[in-house]
T-cell receptor, first 113, second 115 residues
């Protein structure tokens, strides 16, 4: 079945540092890929998405590129801020499945001033 | 625009008690789902619905029931609460399944503790 593997956290960075959170996936079809963010005490919000190979999703300075050859969708940001502290989830949706999303385990990011 | 509304936000149950977690969406979405979030395990799908009157099991359905009598509402019932059901529960809705239409909108969550 489908699965998503994220780098284990927690990740602690200083403000303005470069961020990478690794995500790889296994899927039978051609999935869409998503990054969701969960701020403390809140539900999940969509951060960015990509629907086909080589697509780049971007939002709020975050980027991720859909790499079919390496089955990866790594999240990057060039300069993190304290306000980026949150839990980040990688997820996929298989076009052939009605079950919506398969999530990774989440990566806790803490950014220190 | 309310989006996805979950109630209650917090609940403490005794082992063996039953309760219903409410979820309502006002976006006319076809698809609704319930997930539970546990430390180190991400979100796991409990039950989902592809439309009114249609429900199906997800990854971890045991101990939970759902029904979908209207497009807007998708309640989750705990039949006989157990400590293993202590978790944070999220309801989500989307236009459809597969591809870009699966962008899901989440409620704020219900933090359930079973003692």
């Amino acid at each position: 079945g489908d699965s998503v593997t994220q780098m284990e956290g927690p990740v602690t960075l200083s403000e303005e540092a470069f961020l990478t959170i690794n995500c790889t996936y296994t899927a039978t079809g051609y999935p869409s890929l998503f990054w969701y963010v969960q701020y403390p005490g809140e539900g999940l919000q969509l951060l960015l998405k990509a629907t086909k190979a080589d697509d780049k999703g971007s939002n709020k300075g975050f980027e991720a590129t859909y790499r079919k050859e390496t089955t990866s969708f790594h999240l990057e940001k060039g300069s993190v801020q304290v306000s980026d502290s949150a839990v980040y989830f990688c997820a996929l949706s298989d076009a052939g499945s009605a079950r919506q999303l398969t999530f990774g385990s989440g990566t806790q990011l803490t950014v220190l001033p | 625009n309310a989006g996805v509304t979950q109630t209650p936000k917090f609940q403490v149950l005794k082992t063996g008690q039953s309760m219903t977690l409410q979820c309502a969406q006002d976006m006319n979405h076809e698809y609704m789902s319930w997930y539970r979030q546990d430390p180190g395990m991400g979100l796991r799908l409990i039950h989902y619905s592809v439309g009114a009157g249609i429900t199906d099991q997800g990854e971890v359905p045991n101990g939970y029931n759902v029904s979908r009598s209207t497009t807007e509402d998708f309640p989750l019932r705990l039949l006989s609460a157990a400590p293993s059901q202590t978790s944070v529960y999220f309801c989500a809705s989307s236009y459809g399944a597969g591809g870009i239409r699966t962008e899901a909108f989440f409620g704020q969550g219900t933090r359930l503790t079973v003692v």
